[in-house]
């Protein structure tokens, strides 16, 4: 779920996970007023995230024929159109994505724990911070952090913690381009 500013709800997702290591995303939407400012990728994206920690190899969906475009531009495949009895004139189609394993996403797992550990030698504070990487695909580093804790009494995270997940950005990227 995505709160606005004043906390209207803005966009909502579900993950529904079933014994077969297989997750659905379901009833996904974002308020037309907000649309097209990248909301649906990040919940798609958060909720595939979770798939993967729960072990899940493919997510699949239920997409309406005007969502189809989008889910394909995230990696899900059109299996064809869902054919359902005529209790709605809204086509849906089955689109299915095979969930990576962390393995194939942390390129050089090895290496991301040696930087890392280099973050929090040399950043002291962004251990306690919590940065860590999120992913490195062997072309784009992905350094992460939790907003709790490192929010100020306005609700927005601190300027230091933002400059030092920027330094180990520059970091991680400057390491992943030397030979």
Known sequence: MVVDEEG???AVGRL??????????RFMAVHPSVQDKGLGTLMAMTLESVARQEGVKRVTCSAREDAVEFFAKLGFVNQGEITTPT??????????????SLDDILHR???????????????????????RIQQYTGQNLSPTMPETGNQNPHHTVFA????????????????????
Request: net charge negative; proline share 6%.
């Open 109 to 131: 797992g090895d290496w991301c724990g040696q930087l890392q550990q280099a973050w929090y030698e040399h950043i002291p504070l962004s251990e306690k911070m919590g940065v």
């Open 16 to 25: 529904y996970i079933n014994a077969d290591n297989e997750a659905s995303i």
């Open 87 to 100: 209790t709605t004139p809204i086509r849906h189609f089955l689109m299915i994505k095979p969930v990576a």
């Open 8 to 10: 209207n709800l803005v």
């Open 160 to 179: 230091g913690s933002l400059f030092s997940l920027a330094d180990a950005d520059r970091m991680g990227t400057y390491l992943a381009d030397a030979p």
